[in-house]
């Protein structure tokens, strides 16, 4: 079978590993996107980060059986054109929980610890030991989401000693947090957080969750990170939040649309941290990604796949 691989910063050692682990398999390996036109007719397997996983390509794929997605996020996928023409679609979900936790707890440490006074400090040669800095032992910690992402930023925080409260669409307890609560009781977990960190995917359910009523309930020295799906909450509404002081802090990863507009005002305001959707990024990520396509590809080969990793609920969306 043609396994079709459009992932452009594949190294030559991983395709020459890939081809040696799997010799009865014919690899395609594309670094020009323009070209997959000419290759997808004939393959069943298509390796890809999803964006150029598009209706017009499907209905030339007409021997596609198994889409492995070398990314968490699927909404972006025809789910329709997937469905009308059965295919299976896999992604690595969990391999982003150890980068994105470290990003979390790293970023709220950097905002309790000034760091960014301080950098500003250096540049200028200004030795200021004025300023006033918090602790983050035994705070709260509200996690929207307690998949793997979710729940590896809950461990992290119980290494502060902090109370973890997780919110999901099921309400089902979870490892390493205190309490889970449903996505129906939001409403009367966010006074609680010190911290509130979302790591929600984007679907039907979670697209503009939360609202100006929700950070009208937030605590107004809270931290509000978002690092799950841009989508999650409108621009205008973090907006107001941050300059109506409804909130203390906004580290914010992603965005309603990316790039963030550089005339918006969250730029420039003291009580934002903005970074460019970089919380999963780790000079291991495509080493974990092909690790779990190797284990679904064993399981693809022995027609094992109700077994395989990851496979996506195209009716959900995750």
Known sequence: ???????????????????????????????????????????????????????????????????????????????????????????????????????????????????????LYQLDKHWNRTLSFGEVTGKTMIVLGTGSIGQEVARLAKAFRMKTIGVSRSGRDKEHFDEVYSVTHLH?????????????????????????????????????LNMGRGDLVKTETLVRAVQEEKIGHLILDVFEEEPLAADSPLWKNERVTI??????????????ALGIFKENMNLYEDRQLEEMLNVIDLDRGY
Request: glycine share 2%.
């Open 275 to 288: 970074t460019p959707h970089i919380a999963a990024i780790s000079d291991r990520y495509l080493e974990r």
């Open 188 to 224: 009367s977990v966010l006074d609680k957080g010190d911290f509130i960190v979302s790591v929600l995917p984007s679907t039907k359910e979670t697209r503009y969750l939360l609202k100006d009523e929700h950070f009208d309930l937030m605590r107004d020295d809270a931290i509000f």
């Open 1 to 119: 079978m043609t396994v079709l691989f459009t992932i452009s910063n594949i190294t030559e050692k991983q395709e020459t590993h890939l081809k040696a682990r799997f010799p009865n398999q014919n690899f395609v390996f594309l670094k020009d996107k323009k070209l997959i036109p000419q290759y997808i007719e004939e393959a069943e397997i298509f390796v890809t980060y999803g964006k150029d996983v598009t209706e017009e390509l499907l209905e030339q794929a007409k021997n596609l059986k198994w889409i492995q997605v070398l990314a968490a996020g699927v909404d972006p996928l025809p789910f329709d054109a997937i469905k009308k023409n059965n295919i299976l679609v896999t992604n690595v979900r969990g391999i982003h929980k150890i980068p994105m936790s470290e990003y979390a707890i790293s970023m709220i440490l950097s905002v309790y610890r000034k760091e960014r006074d301080l950098l």
